[in-house]
């Protein structure tokens, strides 16, 4: 578990591509998935062979997460319309659409994973964010809910549900389960819960809450982009009143 840990620490830190440097290499050096199960099995007692089997997953798991991380710095962080924007520019010049081919990345790694263990939770965080990065609410909703189910309350899989109540206009959903995890995981949930929660909220119409969760956000993280945007979108509205600001953002 030591180079997914090592890949984990670097994504934290806000640094997708040396994380996909380092969980890179760790399948080339660890994961064979060219090898039969039984062949492993044979070679190693059944404890080794659970445990192989394990590290191999999470170090795939955690690699298709790394690309997607990798894939929105590619496209400066944008959605679904900015990706399709980006694609159509790429037809235009002849060029591939690196954010496309890292999501692409990122699916064959988990389906690599769902091929050793279908029902491993890091998988089905990586799908439910993979869906989501599509647009496919559905599809995300599904594979965050089953890590509820089968995991309980863990942090991944409750900004995935907000995200999810959030893209489907569910504000009030969205705002309940990043209180949950912002409550349960004060620390982990960090400036992104933060600002999911200040969204909700401004929502909602609820303006003062949302200008103290951006206000936090940035507290916990200064270089939160989303967290400075919108409290100076909310700054000017409040300067001008009869301003559209707030209305367009």
């Known amino acids: 578990g030591t180079w997914a840990d090592a890949g984990l620490l670097y994504m934290q830190q806000k640094q997708a591509r040396p994380a996909l440097v380092v969980l890179e290499e760790a399948c080339d050096v660890v994961v064979d998935t060219t090898a039969p199960s039984s062949s492993l099995s044979s070679s190693l007692n059944k404890k080794e062979a659970d445990q192989k089997k394990k590290d191999q ?6 690699t298709g997460i790394a690309h997607l991380a990798a894939a929105q710095l590619a496209s400066g962080g944008g959605n679904e319309s900015s990706s399709s924007s980006s694609s159509r520019k790429n037809k235009r010049t002849g060029e591939s659409d690196p954010k496309l081919e890292l999501r692409q ?3 064959d790694k988990f389906t690599k994973a769902s091929k050793i263990d279908t029902f491993f939770p890091m998988t089905w ?6 869906n989501l990065e599509k647009n496919q609410i559905d599809q995300a909703r599904f594979f965050f809910q089953t890590t509820e189910k089968q995991c309980g309350p863990v942090l991944p ?6 995200a ?10 969205a705002q309940s389960k990043y209180a949950t995890a912002i409550r349960r995981y004060p620390d982990e949930s960090g400036a992104p819960a933060r600002v999911g929660f200040g969204l909700s909220c401004y929502k909602l119409g609820q303006v003062d809450r949302a200008k103290a969760a951006f206000a936090r956000a940035l507290d916990m993280d200064p270089e939160n982009v989303q967290a400075m945007v919108s409290t100076a979108v909310l700054d000017l ?3 001008d009143p009869t301003s559209d600001a707030v209305a367009s953002r």
């Not at 999810?164 to 959903?173: H, M, R, S, T």
């Open 164 to 173: 999810v109540l959030f893209a489907e206009g569910d504000y009030k959903g």
């Open 125 to 130: 965080i990586g799908r439910g964010m993979l």
């Open 57 to 62: 997953v999470r170090i795939l798991a955690a």
């Open 237 to 239: 509205a409040s300067l």
């Open 105 to 107: 990345q990122a699916d």
């Open 157 to 162: 899989a409750l900004l995935g549900m907000a």
